[in-house]
């Protein structure tokens, strides 16, 4: 404890948990409706399922300390252009991008429904830097959402 408070606790089976590790999960709170072709698109996170230290707010995610964290995306798309030359989400923070999902819609016969794209990447963080999901879609038509099932999280892991 520091200050009466709680920092870190190892029970009888050696697990450590560390309630104010930071950690944050967040989803969109509506549908981001036909997304701008060749931009990019910064996705909007505007629901907050925790938030341990209150270090996301408007769509961006700041490090309140050094260190490396663990930050994970699913955006979940619709209305998927098979016309475009590809989607592409990212990690854009600070230091660097990370662009660990693309796909190239073209293979299919018809527009998808649904599609998700998926990514995670453990990203060196200062504090104060940031970080935040963007989309792109290359050409094609702005007929794509991006829907509320769609998430981003992270957490500090050391």
Do not use: W
């Amino acid at each position: 404890t520091t200050g009466g408070s709680e920092r870190m606790r190892i029970d009888s089976t050696g697990a450590v948990t560390k309630p104010n590790q930071p950690a944050f999960h967040v989803q969109p709170a509506s549908l981001q409706s036909n997304i701008a072709i060749d931009s990019n698109v910064t996705v909007v996170f505007d629901t907050e399922t925790y938030d341990v230290g209150s270090n996301f707010a408007s769509n961006t995610f700041t490090a309140p300390i050094t260190g490396k964290y663990l930050l994970c995306f699913s955006l979940y798309l619709q209305a998927i252009d098979t016309a475009a030359n590809y989607y592409e989400a990212s990690i854009n923070s600070s230091n660097r991008d990370y662009f660990p999902a693309t796909i190239d819609p073209d293979f299919a016969d018809a527009d998808f429904n649904y599609f998700s794209l998926t990514g995670s990447s453990i990203v060196d963080m200062d504090a104060n830097d940031t970080a935040k999901i963007v989309l792109r879609q290359s050409l094609g038509t702005a007929q794509s959402d991006i829907n509320t099932p769609s998430f981003f999280s992270g957490a500090l892991i050391c």
